[in-house]
């Protein structure tokens, strides 16, 4: 039978444990059970593998692009500067966690349909780099806290707690959605959710009467903001130019050393300016190759979804409700940026020297996702006001809960980034910290009991609010609708008078 050990140990090592192959594989099993043709299976394993080498491509194109920036951060502020991206830490960590991350994704997607189709929490998350994200941090802080002798209780933790979390968000936010969409329809399926709820509360609180942001005219030129990898690169070219100007002052010539090449002033300054826009093709490499091997991904799950839970709402990514308010994106994204500048000085005069923690300098991506969809619900529930205060508030959330989740983070060696969106850095503080405790056991049931509150407090927020009717922001509606009623009272007024005039 040694025969067959070898072929065991070939296949544990050299294909399942190899985080592409794992993706393609489970790509396959989806399409099979959905009873693809072969061409279909065949080509759907291979290209979702594909896109997976991709991602890995465009993590070494960011990773270079970050090592001279960090250096220079820290040469002249005495702090680790990191730019939190979903994208380039899952990427970082894909070699180490990769396969443990893949396994808990398929898991927990089982685990989700299980409990919506059995409690009272009918969503079906069907945010699939959102779920590779969650996966992939759980997979890293359990791995962590478990030891890499216990995968399979990293596995099993892990998808549990990726199954809750995929079923609790959109509940929780489910009150604000409907005032967003005006409808029941579909829910949010987002790890920026409280944030969102955040925006929609504050909104709820200082603009009942405030006129909506819809109302305003933007000059179109500010429109190109709104292509997320131009804002990326800009922000990372300026992020680049403000450290290496003030490298030069600081430093002097000694700030050369900082970015490979410079021989001089004015190659120093260029130097950080290439930098800048490689971060931006990196991120672009890897968004290819996150949405090439999704395309193939989310189909396969989605089609299981429809026939293990029919009636479900799907619980779909944040640009769903961009439409309900495409001036408070942009309004939500500046106001989360501004945001994020002000926490950053913070972090800077006092958090980081009193407690350690990294600078987090403004990621576009999270600011213009995330911030963007804030300011959609700050607008909802009170107007431009709300969109502005909420995405503000988005944008302390996004700077300083990374710089706590950074913390555990780089225990491991993962320094450079950190996950970027409010969800991943309270859950992941939380599981992070309860796992790293000297006891094993003990920390996988810490783990698997703030699963289980959050769990029971979601289905009692489903059936006495959710279930019961309560949207929020009514007073605010109120004054909307009547300014618009007013609004077409007065063009009507004012068509007539014109009328009058011509006869």
Known sequence: MDWLVVVLDFIGKQILNVPAYLVGIIVAIGLIALKKSAGQVIG????ATLGFLILNAGAGVVVAALDPLGGLVLAVTGAEGVVPTNEVITAMA???FGAASAYILAIGFVLMLVIARFTPLSYVFLTGHHMVFMAMMLAVLLSIGFGDQNLWLTVLVGAFLLAVMMVVMPAFAHPWTKRVTGNDTVAIGHFGTVGYIAAGAVGQAVGKH???TEDIKFPKGLSFLRDSMVATALSMVLIYLV???WGLIALGPDAYQYMPGSEDGGAFIMNALMQGLMFGVGVSIILYGVRTFLGELIPAFQGIA???VPGAKAALDVPIVFPYGQNAVLIGFISSFVGGLVMLLVLALWLGPAFGLALILPGMVPHFF?????????NATGGRRGAMLGGFVNGLLITILPAILYQVMASVGLSGS?????????FGSLIGLSVQVDSTAVGAVLAIAIGVVLLVLAILWQVRVVDKGWVPGEEHQ???DEQRAAAKEAEKAAVAAAKKTQA
């Open 478 to 480: 109120k004054f909307v």
């Open 243 to 245: 450290f290496a100007i």
């Open 370 to 378: 995330t911030g963007g969809g804030a300011g959609v619900y700050g």
């Open 94 to 96: 894909a070699d180490q």
């Open 418 to 426: 950190t996950f970027g969106d409010a969800d991943f850095g309270w």
């Open 44 to 47: 759907g394993a291979l290209k």
């Open 306 to 308: 429809k026939k293990v």
């Open 210 to 212: 405030s006129k909506s």
